[in-house]
């Protein structure tokens, strides 16, 4: 799991940014767009798994660089941590067409096609990624790109994984022993 996170934070270089939306410690705005099936989508759904929230546009180089990653994390982690890629700013078929291309992507796709959610979370760069507690609490913010803290992301996810108790993870993740 750590080797998963160090490839993570290698391709994936962010800073803390802590201006506007959800601070530290509040409770994350709970919806996170539709999914692919256009049904509402919302942290609740996943309450007990550390959630990896992540905002993207097509047209953003470094987050067509980041989902592939991010998809790989979800991929290593199961089901104690849940990655969810929020697509704003794209046009419909620009969204149909990168959704043709991460078909086989298995983090959570959603679509925020008028900027509501992005909004809410005061998303006003590409990519920007929140990681979200277990109990639906700002753990930690991240936007824009920068080497000096790779070890902060690293951190952030791996504490909370090790803060996370078997008693709290979901029934399928506690059984398999999944926990970092």
């Given at each position: 799991?750590?080797?998963?996170?160090?490839?993570?934070?290698?391709?994936?270089?962010?800073?803390?940014a802590?201006?506007?939306?959800?601070?530290?410690?509040?409770?994350?705005?709970?919806?996170?767009?539709?999914?692919?099936?256009?049904?509402?989508?919302?942290?609740?759904?996943?309450?007990?798994?550390?959630?990896?929230?992540?905002?993207?546009?097509?047209?953003?180089?470094?987050?067509?660089?980041?989902?592939?990653?991010?998809?790989?994390?979800?991929?290593?982690?199961?089901?104690?941590?849940?990655v969810?890629?929020?697509?704003v700013?794209?046009?419909?078929?620009?969204?149909?067409?990168?959704?043709?291309?991460?078909?086989?992507?298995?983090?959570?796709?959603?679509?925020?096609?008028?900027?509501?959610?992005?909004?809410?979370?005061?998303?006003?760069?590409?990519?920007?990624?929140?990681?979200?507690?277990?109990?639906?609490?700002?753990?930690?913010?991240?936007?824009?790109?920068?080497?000096?803290?790779?070890?902060?992301?690293?951190?952030?996810?791996?504490?909370?994984?090790?803060?996370?108790?078997?008693?709290?993870?979901?029934?399928?993740?506690?059984?398999?022993?999944?926990?970092?």
């Amino acid at each position: 799991m750590r080797r998963i996170l160090l490839v993570f934070a290698l391709l994936f270089l962010t800073h803390v940014a802590h201006a506007g939306g959800p601070t530290i410690g509040e409770v994350a705005p709970v919806a996170v767009g539709k999914g692919r099936d256009g049904k509402p989508l919302t942290l609740d759904q996943y309450r007990g798994r550390i959630v990896v929230l992540t905002f993207w546009a097509s047209w953003c180089g470094y987050c067509l660089k980041e989902l592939p990653v991010l998809d790989s994390l979800q991929r290593h982690a199961g089901q104690v941590l849940q990655v969810i890629a929020v697509n704003v700013q794209d046009t419909p078929d620009d969204y149909r067409v990168m959704m043709r291309q991460m078909k086989h992507y298995t983090l959570v796709q959603s679509r925020d096609s008028d900027g509501g959610i992005a909004k809410t979370y005061d998303v006003n760069s590409y990519p920007n990624l929140w990681i979200i507690d277990r109990e639906g609490r700002v753990a930690a913010h991240y936007k824009g790109y920068d080497e000096d803290t790779l070890e902060s992301i690293i951190d952030d996810i791996n504490a909370l994984l090790r803060a996370t108790p078997a008693s709290a993870m979901p029934p399928a993740a506690a059984a398999s022993g999944e926990a970092g």
